[in-house]
């Protein structure tokens, strides 16, 4: 069974970084495009950014272009969002995922795998 560990998360003011990371392990993911979503109460999960396991494009929602950048290193099988001009709306619990290729990977019904959450709390 796969699994994905994010861990990052934390306070942050206005206008500062935060990089998250998310770990996989338990099955290999290189069919797999890994993706971030972010949560807030009563909300739906909302799509983040995405990336090939192997290769390919990235992908981001609209709230993280030109601010969030997604990568991996697949020596150390971990996905990252570096997330830079953070602004209190980012606050969310954000999600790290796994769908398989081919699939509508900014919907979260396409997500087989998903981790556990890490808290990023944006203060203004």
């Known amino acids: 069974q796969g699994q994905l560990v994010e861990s990052g998360g934390g306070l942050v003011q206005a206008g500062g970084s935060l990089r998250l990371s998310c770990a996989a392990s338990?099955?290999?993911?290189?069919?797999?495009?890994m993706g971030w979503f972010r949560q807030t109460p009563g909300k739906e999960r909302e799509f983040v950014a995405a990336?090939?396991?192997?290769?390919?494009?990235?992908y981001y929602g609209d709230s993280a272009k030109g601010r969030f950048t997604i990568s991996r290193d697949n020596a150390k099988n971990t996905v990252y969002l570096q997330m830079n001009s953070l602004k209190p709306e980012d606050t969310a619990v954000y999600y790290c995922?796994?769908?398989?290729?081919?699939?509508?990977?900014?919907?979260?019904?396409?997500?087989?795998?998903w981790g556990q959450g890490t808290q990023v709390t944006v203060s203004s």
């Open positions: 995922a796994a769908a398989l290729m081919g699939r509508p990977i900014t919907r979260a019904e396409s997500y087989d795998y």
């Open positions: 338990g099955r290999t993911f290189s069919t797999y495009a």
């Open positions: 990336i090939p396991w192997s290769s390919g494009p990235t």
